[in-house]
């Protein structure tokens, strides 16, 4: 079954946004923003893409914005969201295998296109290790 992914970003990421939809071919729910040129707030679009994938719209969600701080920040806002910012490949890896991350962010001004698609790609690959990180991630999911 073809993967959904749900992507978002401010007009910090709209350039990378692109380029990671046109480089893989999964079913895109893509939540915008589209316009580089006309600042937005990245929280807004954080929290629509957290929202799409805790409610089970999208298997996995894709935030980018200048650093990937501030959309990771309002994507951890969620409870049932795992966001991880990755900065490379092994930290896309190791996050899905012991995190469970649901979500991958990314900064447009940090990574360049040709690694984020690589770390977009052993994100998306990667599944959870389950065993002695499931307790863990369940302790994520339930502070209390
Ligand atoms: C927008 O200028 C910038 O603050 C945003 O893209 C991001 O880097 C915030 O964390």
Not at 87 to 103: I, Y
Request: net charge negative; hydrophobic share 40%.
């Amino acid at each position: 079954m073809k993967l959904k992914v749900a992507i978002a970003c401010d007009h910090g990421g709209v350039a990378l946004k692109n380029y990671i939809k046109d480089s893989f071919k999964v079913k895109w729910i893509d939540l915008g923003t589209d316009n580089a040129k006309k600042s937005v707030d990245y929280p807004d679009y954080g929290h629509a893409l957290a929202e799409a994938v805790a409610e089970g719209e999208a298997d996995f969600g894709i935030a980018i914005c200048g650093t990937g701080i501030g959309i990771s920040m309002a994507c951890n806002r969620h409870s049932q969201i795992r966001a991880a910012l990755c900065t490379n490949t092994t930290m896309a890896k190791l996050t899905r295998e012991h995190n469970d991350a649901n979500v991958l962010c990314l900064g447009a001004r940090i990574t360049g296109d040709v690694l984020a698609a690589e770390i977009v790609q052993e994100f998306l690959e990667t599944d959870f290790e389950g065993g002695r990180h499931a307790p863990r991630v369940e302790k994520l999911n339930n502070p209390n």
